[in-house]
């Protein structure tokens, strides 16, 4: 069975601190995404990452940065948090073939105080 | 660009009575579209996709959806609604020449009522 694994379910951290979300994925998926997901706003891509240590910008990279020095693991960094960036997070993975799904984890529910 | 509408934020149906999710996309080239949905404090689920071939596709739970080309739709449907299907209803597409992106709509709030 598909399983992507968000480490944290639930986060609360203070505005200016560094944060990590973490993702596992155990397909050998060579796709891998991170959305925000907002009221009203649907989901919105932050960053996707295509293979280890490539990665590109989705629609809204802004206060974030990613890292995947592993095939099977994608971080997503929220460098200096802010209350903005309080928002639930998705990971996703999906593999190379084209047209095939996209499988979410849980979700990451993220407040900034 | 790809992009998604959903224009319903919220869908009421009665127990036992049909449902359908709209949603509208607009890509450059061929769609692969895709419906999830979900449930409160819980990830995506995928529901079914169309990629090419059979207009009308079946999916999990009773669902299935129908591409409709010169309308630019994929509808979701239920001949028959569960008060169990109430749920957050996503729509995605992606173009298939634009690699990897897919974009969502901004989701339908299912309420079925007994």
């Known amino acids: 069975d598909v399983k992507v694994t968000q480490s944290s379910r639930y986060l609360v951290k203070r505005t200016g601190e560094k944060v990590f979300l973490e993702c596992v994925q155990d397909?050998?998926?060579?796709?891998m995404f991170w959305y925000r997901q907002d009221p009203g706003l649907g989901l919105r891509l932050i960053y996707f990452?295509?293979?280890?240590?490539?990665?590109e910008k989705g629609d809204i990279p802004e206060g974030y940065s990613v890292s995947r020095e592993k095939k099977e693991r994608f971080s997503l960094i929220l460098e200096s948090a802010s209350t903005n960036q309080t928002s639930m997070y998705l990971c996703?993975?999906?593999?190379?073939?084209?047209?095939?799904?996209?499988?979410f984890g849980e979700g990451s529910w993220l407040t900034v105080v | 660009a790809q992009s998604v509408a959903q224009p319903e934020d919220q869908v009421n149906v009665a127990e036992g009575n049909p449902l359908t999710v709209k949603c509208t996309y607009s890509?450059?080239?061929?769609?692969?579209l895709f419906w999830y949905v979900q449930y409160p404090n819980r990830g995506l689920q995928f529901l079914l996709k169309?990629?090419?071939?059979?207009?009308l596709v079946k999916g999990s739970y009773g669902f299935e959806a129908e591409f409709n080309k010169s309308q630019t739709s994929f509808h979701l449907k239920k001949p028959s609604a569960l008060v169990s299907d109430s749920a957050l209803y996503f729509c995605?597409?992606?173009?298939?020449?634009?690699?990897?992106?897919?974009?969502f709509g901004g989701g339908t709030r299912v309420l079925v009522k007994p």
């Open positions: 890509v450059s080239g061929n769609p692969y």
């Open positions: 996703a993975s999906r593999s190379g073939i084209s047209g095939n799904t996209i499988y």
């Open positions: 169309y990629i090419t071939g059979d207009n």
């Open positions: 995605a597409v992606r173009d298939n020449a634009a690699g990897n992106k897919l974009t």
């Open positions: 990452s295509y293979d280890v240590k490539m990665k």
């Open positions: 397909m050998d998926h060579e796709n």
